[in-house]
């Protein structure tokens, strides 16, 4: 079956302590690992794809890396502005068929 | 250019109403989504068309769930008969596409089920 999961379910960090979120899969076929970011009553918002293991993108504060099992979104000296809840996503199907299955998301904290 | 834009935002219905949710993607976009998020959750895929072909439906949860893109474009979610289950955020997708790209997503609609 596929699955994501992320963890930590919510982080709280200070203003400028780095830190790791991580995104475990087991998706079969996987075409795809998406993060985005979820501020509360929007919808979620497109942060990075990638494809394949050992690829890295990086965009302001945020970078994030893939294996071939998990891929981490690695926040450095994160802002009080950075608080969301950040959600991984593994696309699958073959064919046709396309969707995206999501984790439950990591809720991120930074306080001033 | 415009967002996905999805009406209305917010739907209070009572048990056994029948509701219509509406989603305009982004222009030009081939590949539309559907999905349900409970609150605390990630978003669940209901459905997915390409242009006006309703290509996977398998996340649709009963035969009280219809989706429709007549034109290829706005499309609507239907839900009749609803219940207190049903209440969530309904999120609406686009992509250009029909390969592995990203999604861009919709503000949703809450639905409160009475």
């Known amino acids: 079956e596929d699955q994501v999961t992320q963890s930590p379910e919510a982080l709280r960090l200070q203003e400028g302590e780095s830190s790791s979120l991580n995104c475990s899969y087991t998706v079969s076929g996987l075409r795809g690992l998406f993060w985005y970011r979820q501020d509360p009553g929007k919808g979620p918002e497109f942060l990075f794809t990638l494809y394949s293991a050992g690829e890295e993108k990086e965009k302001e504060r945020l970078k994030a890396t893939l294996t071939k099992k998990e891929s981490f979104l690695h926040i450095t000296a994160p802002k009080p502005e950075d608080s969301a809840t950040y959600l991984c996503a593994g696309g699958i199907g073959t064919g046709s068929a396309r969707q995206l299955t999501f984790g439950s998301g990591t809720q991120l904290t930074v306080l001033p | 250019g415009a967002g996905v834009s999805q009406s209305p935002r917010y739907k209070v219905a009572k048990r056994g109403q029948d509701v219509a949710l509406r989603c305009d993607p982004i222009?030009?976009?081939?590949?539309l989504f559907w999905y349900q998020q409970a609150l605390g959750q990630g978003p669940e895929f209901l459905t997915y068309?390409?242009?006006?072909?309703?290509?996977?439906k398998s996340g649709l949860p009963s035969d009280r769930f219809f989706a429709e893109r007549p034109e290829g474009s706005v499309s609507t979610l239907k839900i009749q008969r609803t219940q207190q289950e049903d209440s969530a955020v309904y999120l609406c997708a686009s992509s250009p596409g029909t390969g592995a790209e990203t999604q861009y997503f919709g503000p949703g609609t809450r639905l409160l089920v009475l």
């Open positions: 222009s030009g976009h081939v590949s």
């Open positions: 068309f390409q242009n006006e072909a309703q290509l996977d």
